[in-house]
């Protein structure tokens, strides 16, 4: 069956927000836009309210004001900057084509991932988004780092563009949930950067929240809550699907200050039936890693499938857990700790995902429990490899070695909670291994982005884009 094109609203949104993007000020989280089920699987009791630190989806002031150190430091005085892996990927930004002030956006007003039958598009055209948001972003950092609000201009008009260009995401297949996953929350975070600049004006930024807000929230929050159709199991689509539309909803609440849509996600996460939620992403119980080391691992559910895909599970995971804490409850300081939640069980998915893809490759067989995908009797129709791709039997050599921009997040996040060296080991390795090139020279590029943006255009891919990354700038600490 194909999937109806989908275009603009999908839920009900209050004509007091329409009328919001008029006024002289910025609406923060009154306008509830998430019909969230409010029946518990558990006496958990989700939060109330939550504090609201900005910028503080991704990246937060006490991030900035770490690197900004480091980037005077260099730029004063250069003795030693070639051995700083931070300073090292502030070059590398400084160098990329999408943080220059001649960067060219492209908003268009249909955007199409996907089979492009009765959308009015000739061919696909959502690397358009995926160029433009990157480009939005990597510039707010820039001003963020640098202070020049030349980049902050620059990075207002392409989402002032964006916003009032385009109006409809769609597809005559399901592929368009990726792009408003995955530039969804991409998006968010560069207008999160430059949500206190004085020179956005305030209507040109309500207009832009109202714009994620009825275009792409609905998108997000429909795939969350179907998982992907009346027609499909909950575990039909894979797990970075879910995770890019959790990152999206969850980048877009931080944003606007919208307490049930960070709950959504939280709910989602902890204890939902989709693909994104902790358990299903990661399947079954961590194991002893057989190389002897401390760590525990635990496959996840696209480890069988491919390393291109089971990578980038594990980069989009750690940059939601990473929002996530970010966030924290109001009146107790707390945050949304995602990345510790069950006892760190992500880190033996990251662990597992390290273990098997960083170099020297292990020598030792790779645990692994058969998975079946999608199996008779889970109520798909059949099709979209759906019963026909086969039980997982082992770890898939598939895109060995994929290179995602996340590991010095990872690692440094648990170094500074105290995780021991050994619990760290693979996460580690892989960390250092992208920092450098194989002469031992510091790159920056493990997160920085070398290595995903330096292709001429046209030939850069979706994967390019599936992440926002800068991880060796923004979280390595010395």
Known sequence: MMKKLLTTILVAVPVLLCAGACTDFLYEGEI?????????????????????????????????DRVRAKVQQYTADPAGADTDPVYQSWLQLCNSKYAQLDYQSRAVPVLVRGDVTGTGVSSENYLNA?????????????????????????AVN???????????????DANFNLLAGFQGYQFANAAELLRDYEGWQV????????????????????????????????????????????????????YTENVKMVNFVYRNFREGEGSGA???????????????????????????????????????CAELCQMAGNVKVAGTGEALDFFGMEDNLVLSMFE???????????????????????PEGCGCPGGNNCHTQGPHLAVSSDGRGTLRPCWDLIYNHYKAKG????????????????????????????????????????????????????????????
């Not at 510039?139 to 902050?152: N, T």
């Not at 040109?204 to 199991?233: R, S």
């Not at 510091?442 to 994967?463: F, I, K, M, Q, V």
């Open 130 to 154: 995926c160029r433009d948001a990157a480009a939005a972003f990597q510039l707010g950092l820039r001003y963020q780092i640098s202070g020049d609000e030349r980049y902050a201009n620059k």
């Open 352 to 374: 597992y995902t390290a273990m098997y893809n960083s170099t020297p490759y292990t020598s030792v067989p790779m645990p692994f429990t058969r998975y079946e995908y999608c």
């Open 158 to 172: 392409i989402l002032n563009e964006w916003a009032d260009v385009c109006h409809t995401i769609t597809a005559n």
């Open 32 to 64: 509830d836009l998430t019909p969230v089920n409010e029946e518990e699987k558990d006496d958990f009791v989700y939060p109330a309210s939550y504090e609201f630190q900005h910028p503080g989806a991704l990246v937060t002031k006490a991030d900035f």
């Open 278 to 316: 902790l358990h299903n992403m990661i399947p079954y119980e961590p194991v002893a890693d057989p190389a002897g080391n401390t760590a525990l691992i635990a496959q996840c559910m696209e480890s069988g499938r491919d390393q291109g895909h089971a990578t980038l599970v594990t980069s989009v």
């Open 419 to 478: 995780v021991s060296e050994g619990q760290l080991y693979y996460s580690k390795r892989f960390a250092e291994q992208l920092r450098s090139n194989n002469d031992g020279v510091l790159t920056g590029d493990c997160g920085a982005g070398d290595s995903r943006y330096n292709n001429d255009e046209g030939s850069e891919t979706s994967a390019t884009f599936d992440q926002l990354g800068w991880g060796t700038l923004l979280f390595y600490r010395d």
């Open 203 to 254: 209507a040109d930024q309500n207009a832009f929240k109202t714009w994620l807000l009825t275009l792409w929230y609905p998108i997000n929050y429909e795939f969350i809550d179907t998982h992907g159709g009346d027609n499909v199991c909950d575990l039909h689509y894979w797990s970075n699907w879910e995770l890019g539309n959790l990152a999206s909803i969850l980048a877009i609440g931080i």
